[in-house]
């Protein structure tokens, strides 16, 4: 009787603890998944935050400006200066634009920035600070902070489920790609940035999980801001082969003037001249305010047309509504570089696009045989494209958010040739060489050698 128990009893206890293994990975499961749904809404909730908040600020700096232009020497060097002591002395972590921040937490090394700048606190603080830049009137954008706020959303709500790196690299790729097709309405720029300029490979593990969350966040994005292009609905076609002209002189223009932008950018995150330098040091808030001072004086002199992301003068340009945009590239590229200057939270990722919708206007002056429209889209997608040496994600994004997928083949091929000649300029890409910069603060300097 007794020898006949015992396998049963084996038998059962074998089926039990399997059934409660079975609900133990099942329960896991769902609880990951939960995680990942969640984050991925939350996300999208962010980016309807950021959009119309922005929108929001900026009809109140407008406001105020038509009442009196002068405000505007007391709110932009305040607002930046408030940012940069928040973002020095009370909210760590919560400084630059987060696309760079980002690309280093990818390595594996870089635990320690993952901990800097990818926690939900730090998240909560840039949603703040970027929208006090965008509201002092300065030419930042949320489209970089919010892929830093994403990442770091995705990360912490599915950490628990890390078993090993590669997982929460793909979640760092999720909640950047989700970022990016929540603020733009833009699906497919989402997957293609986070392949293109954050993973510079295709993570097929990571695949479902960033699709997934491009999903939601933008259907959660749509529930509350309807289906719209970002810039408006371009009525614009080129043909390939009589366009061949403005496709070049865009493309070659737009990767010399990206390409220099670039080096400046780097040149200010490294090797800012001396006396610059120095003040910068001795009291960046004091700098930053300097830096805002110049900034509202170039708005005023230019009535108006520089402050703010530059969403609604390049909407304008191209829709055809140009007059007196004429110096508008040229001296958005001015505020958008002393914005950076600063040293204040913000992004310069839309800014580059209207920078570029500047520019591309001044060249389609210069052919008008050609359509107008089309050329600035192409100044658009080289400009973006020389800046950032992100071909593919700069024809996609234009494409998505202007609606003009006749114009496929000539973004792509002004894309191409401006990170060309981009690369003829500078060695490694901006967000690149922005990450490499962080990842050197974890190695330790060489220890001096003993005589």
């Avoid at 969640?38 to 929108?55: C, Q, T």
């Avoid at 489920?161 to 997982?167: E, K």
Wanted: hydrophobic share 50%.
């Amino acid at each position: 009787m007794s020898r006949s128990s015992t396998p049963t009893f084996a038998v059962r206890s074998h089926r039990m603890s399997r059934r409660m293994r079975f609900l133990f990975l099942t329960v896991r499961l769902w609880q990951r998944r939960m995680e990942l749904w969640v984050s991925a809404i939350l996300i999208g909730l962010v980016a309807v935050l950021f959009g119309v908040g922005s929108h929001w600020l900026h009809t109140l700096f407008f406001t105020i400006y038509d009442h009196s232009p002068w405000w505007a020497l007391l709110i932009t060097p305040l607002g930046l200066g408030l940012s940069v002591y928040l973002s020095r002395y009370v909210l760590v972590g919560t400084g630059g634009g987060g696309i760079p921040q980002c690309i280093a937490a990818l390595e594996p090394e870089a635990g320690l920035l993952r901990e800097r700048f990818l926690t939900l606190k730090v998240a909560v603080s840039k949603i703040f600070l970027t929208l006090l830049g965008i509201g002092s009137g300065a030419t930042f954008g949320y489209e970089g902070p919010i892929v830093q706020i994403g990442a770091a959303i995705k990360y912490r709500l599915g950490k628990s489920g890390i078993g090993h790196f590669g997982y929460g690299r793909g979640l760092i790729l999720a909640g950047s790609a989700a970022s990016v097709a929540a603020a733009f309405n833009a699906p497919l720029a989402g997957i293609v940035f986070a392949i293109e300029e954050m993973g510079r490979t295709f993570d097929q593990k990571a695949s479902s999980t960033i699709l997934l969350s491009v999903i939601l966040s933008g259907l959660t994005a749509y529930a509350f801001l309807g289906n719209y292009s970002y810039f408006g609905t371009a009525s614009a076609s080129m043909h390939f082969l009589s366009g061949w002209i403005p496709i070049a002189i865009t493309g070659i223009i737009g990767g010399v003037l990206g390409g220099l932008s670039a080096r400046i950018i780097l040149g200010i995150s490294s090797f800012l001249p001396g006396p610059l330098s120095k003040a910068r040091a001795f009291s960046p808030v004091l700098f930053a305010i300097a830096c805002g001072l110049i900034i509202a004086a170039i708005g005023i002199a230019s009535d108006g047309m520089t402050f703010g992301t530059g969403y609604f003068r390049a909407r304008d340009i191209i829709e055809g509504h140009t007059a007196g945009l004429e110096s508008y590239g040229i001296l958005k590229l001015i505020t958008m570089l002393l914005s950076y200057l600063s040293g204040a939270t913000g992004g310069i990722f839309a800014p580059a696009l209207a920078v570029g919708a500047g520019f591309g206007l001044n060249v389609a002056q210069l052919m008008p045989a050609q359509p107008e429209t089309a050329v600035v889209l192409l100044g658009m997608v080289a400009y973006f494209a020389g800046m950032t040496r992100a071909p593919v994600t700069g024809f996609v994004i234009v494409m998505e958010m202007t609606d003009s997928s006749t114009m496929l083949i000539p973004l792509m091929a002004s894309a191409l040739i401006a990170a060309g000649v981009s690369r003829l300029i500078n060695r490694h890409s901006l967000y690149d060489a922005q990450a490499r910069m962080l990842l050197k603060t974890l190695r330790p300097a060489p220890a001096a050698t003993q005589n």
